[in-house]
């Protein structure tokens, strides 16, 4: 009898130990699905973060491009004016005979590099067209020409010289300026004679490289441009050559 009733008590200790034995496993899945989702909600934060930095960081760079695609952009035409002021009337007449002499027109400028950049990023490059607040414009070799004052028709410049196929004096006069700075252009374009053909031609091939590295056609380094040299080397024609087809 003892035992029979020791056993039926120690059955009803463990049905009622068993409630609570589930009951705290439940409280503790709970609390790892707790800790779970705080753990997912805390990688999801760290996602987002870092996705907005990331954002943050290409937009920065592509901001940084756009400025570094204008950064360059100038047009000081009064250091182009104080050329031709200062340049003796010989020269000046050199000058005209190469069909440049509109050039000689133009007003000391100082343009704002915001309004540079403003038309540099509303030019449509593909189209050759500006797009204002106003209007649209097509601008064409021929309205080129025609503002500058230079020739807009006949046959373009070849896009390159082609060393090997030079003469040996045309090869001379190549590496002569090959990698000059604009100011030393600048310079010898100012201090040179013009009293014999010989200078006068010599004037004439640095003139052609000084107007396009100064103001038709500037790039980015201070240095000559293979794509200013092609136009030093068709001297007999240069004034039949197409200058607004160059922009």
């Not at 006069?173 to 006068?200: A, H, P």
Request: glycine content about 6%.
């Amino acid at each position: 009898m003892a035992d029979s009733s020791t056993s039926s008590t120690s059955q009803s200790d463990s049905k009622t130990k068993q409630p609570f034995h589930f009951r705290a496993k439940i409280e503790v899945q709970n609390i790892q699905v707790i800790a779970n989702l705080r753990n997912l909600h805390q990688h999801t934060i760290k996602l987002s973060v870092k996705n907005l930095k990331r954002k943050q960081s290409n937009n920065t760079q592509e901001k940084m491009a756009a400025r570094n695609q204008t950064k360059d952009l100038k047009c000081a035409t009064h250091l182009l004016s104080d050329k031709f002021r200062n340049m003796s009337e010989e020269k000046k007449a050199i000058v005209r005979d190469l069909g440049f002499g509109g050039l000689m027109h133009i007003p000391p400028l100082r343009v704002h590099h915001q309004l540079l950049r403003e038309l540099a990023n509303n030019f449509k490059l593909g189209e050759n067209r500006l797009e204002t607040g106003y209007d649209s414009f097509k601008i064409t070799p021929r309205k080129i020409g025609h503002a500058l004052g230079i020739n807009a028709t006949g046959d373009l410049f070849p896009e390159k010289v082609e060393y090997k196929k030079l003469s040996e004096d045309d090869k001379i006069i190549f590496r002569r300026f090959q990698g000059k700075t604009l100011k030393s252009l600048t310079d010898e374009m100012m201090e040179i004679g013009v009293g014999n053909e010989k200078e006068r031609l010599m004037f004439k091939r640095i003139f052609i490289l000084y107007i396009q590295m100064a103001f038709l056609l500037p790039t980015t380094i201070n240095k000559i441009s293979p794509v200013h040299l092609p136009p030093i080397f068709k001297m007999d024609s240069i004034t039949e050559r197409n200058w607004g087809g160059m922009f």
